[in-house]
């Protein structure tokens, strides 16, 4: 391209220039979004690692707490439950749906 006309206007260098310019702007921006990928598959990953140790937690503390207190379930309905089983049960419910909802990953 550049050896077959050494008579080259300045208008045609330019363009070859910038086609040249154009191509390392490519290879460059796919570089760098194979390499915003691999940030995100690890930070995914990290993500579900938080959330697999969150439900375990939370599955845990649920059952020393009911272990804790065997009467509390034959109590009657009408007692008003206290705002820590409530949040328990509700990161509980959170935690099913998170590892029900996540893909999982292939290897």
């Not at 550049?2 to 220039?17: A, D, E, I, W």
């Not at 921006?29 to 990928?37: K, N, R, Y």
């Not at 007692?79 to 949040?87: G, H, N, P, R």
């Not at 509700?90 to 909802?101: H, I, K, V």
Request: proline residues 5%; charged residues 20%.
């Amino acid at each position: 391209m550049f050896g077959k006309n050494p008579q080259l206007s300045p208008l045609q260098l330019r363009k070859q220039l910038l086609l040249a310019e154009s191509e390392l702007s490519r290879a460059q921006l796919e570089q760098d979004c194979l390499a915003i990928q691999v940030e995100v598959r690890i930070y995914t990953r990290h993500l579900r690692t938080v959330g697999g140790v969150a439900a375990i937690t939370t599955a845990a503390v649920a059952l020393f707490a009911a272990w804790r207190r065997p009467a509390a379930a034959a109590a009657p309905a009408a007692k008003k439950t206290s705002w820590l089983q409530t949040l328990l049960a509700g990161a509980g419910l959170l935690s099913t749906f998170w590892t029900a909802g996540s893909p999982r990953e292939s290897k």
